[in-house]
């Protein structure tokens, strides 16, 4: 399931108060999908790394009252308000805290705690199959989940990408060579290889703008050799683009590129020039571009600077195209 339709199907279990596992390889946005869903609806997150846990910490520690043993709960667990719980990597917690979670999952509540009415428990981890660290889950508390499995998604990716300030080059560069957004072979037991978090630690380290000299080493060590390579050769490219503001003095004589690689960089720099007084030379030079190329320009541009979509020159471009822009 894609990130966008696993956000959906996790927003209906909380109205249906379900506890949720999200499956899914490293560094796919398991976590960053549960922190939006929680921001999206003004709910509170209270982040639980399962597998820092001893068997004990869920319960808290006992205090005598009246010659009686009583349980005090830990303070990271919620006593009041509404959100959501997040037990995050629980399957690569040890057997006896994943039986621990039993109780809390289900029955909402451990020992002497109650989960407040208005909080929702979900959890996440990697599959088994990744051959990360991870202990097999009991099936008695598998079967308190509703189970869904994460996907990675290019377009997902790139409309959260254009939100986050990832570069341009970056988002340019995985929609020019979109197989390279994830993959991972827990065969080769790679240290490092392509994945969405990998990619924006890229856009970080770019950022940055370290030394050519030592720029494959920082690639590769974030996103593997291959990847590293071609992602230099793509720069390579991006570095050399006229300036997009040259473009845009002359939209109608301005050279039109024929290289796939090129016009992937160019319609990341033009979409980032958008605004109120520059979208009608867009659009001019747009309706030059092939037609994805022209796509793809303008709705990374509204993606942007929504304020565009007001102008004259986007309405009558989108009357034009509106078959596939939407």
Same mark, same amino acid.
């Given at each position: 399931? /894609?990130?966008?339709?696993? /956000?959906?199907? %996790?927003?209906?279990? &909380?109205?249906?108060?379900?506890? %949720? ?17 929680? +921001?999206?609806?003004? !709910?509170? =997150?209270?982040?639980?790394?399962? $597998? ?9 520690? *006992?205090?005598? +009252?009246?010659?009686?043993? %009583? #349980?005090?709960? *830990?303070?990271? !667990? ?15 917690? *040890? ?61 997902? #990716? $790139? ?39 990998? #990619?924006?630690? @890229? ?19 974030? @996103?593997?050799?291959?990847?590293? %390579?071609?992602?230099?050769?793509? !720069?390579?490219?991006?570095?050399? !683009? ?5 473009? =845009? ?5 301005? *050279? ?22 520059? &979208? ?21 541009? @509204?993606?942007?600077?929504? +304020? @565009? ?7 009558? #471009? ?6 596939? =822009?939407?």
């Amino acid at each position: 399931m /894609k990130p966008s339709s696993a /956000k959906a199907a %996790v927003k209906v279990a &909380i109205k249906a108060r379900r506890p %949720v596992f999200l499956w899914g390889p490293p560094g796919v946005g398991k976590s960053q999908t549960v922190k939006q869903i929680a +921001e999206g609806d003004g !709910l509170s =997150l209270v982040d639980i790394r399962a $597998v820092l846990l001893d068997p004990v910490d869920l319960r808290g520690l *006992p205090k005598i +009252e009246d010659g009686r043993a %009583v #349980w005090c709960p *830990p303070g990271f !667990l919620p006593a009041d308000g509404k959100g959501v719980l997040f037990l995050d990597e629980l399957n690569a917690a *040890p057997p006896l805290v994943q039986a621990g979670c039993y109780q809390l999952v289900l029955d909402r509540k451990i020992g002497e705690y109650i989960l407040p009415p208005d909080w929702v428990i979900i959890a996440a981890g990697n599959r088994e199959t990744d051959r990360a660290v991870t202990s097999r889950m009991p099936s008695a508390l598998a079967n308190r989940f509703v189970h869904i499995q994460f996907d990675v998604d290019v377009d997902d #990716w $790139v409309s959260w990408a254009l939100d986050h300030g990832i570069m341009t080059e970056v988002i340019a560069f995985i929609r020019f060579r979109p197989g390279l957004l994830f993959q991972f072979d827990p065969a080769k037991n790679e240290k490092s290889f392509p994945t969405p978090r990998s #990619w924006e630690f @890229v856009s970080d380290l770019l950022k940055v703008g370290p030394d050519h000299a030592i720029e494959f080493d920082l690639l590769s060590g974030t @996103v593997g050799e291959g990847a590293a %390579v071609e992602l230099l050769g793509f !720069l390579k490219i991006f570095r050399t !683009l006229p300036d997009p503001d040259q473009i =845009l003095m002359n939209p109608a004589a301005a *050279p039109v590129p024929e290289d796939p690689a090129t016009l992937y960089a160019l319609s990341g720099a033009l979409s980032r020039k958008a605004g109120p007084n520059s &979208i009608g030379r867009i659009v001019e030079y747009c309706y030059r571009l092939p037609a994805e190329f022209s796509v793809l320009t303008i709705r990374d541009a @509204v993606k942007i600077h929504p +304020e @565009v979509t007001s102008s004259r020159a986007f309405i009558d #471009w989108a009357a034009k195209n509106q078959a596939v =822009l939407f």
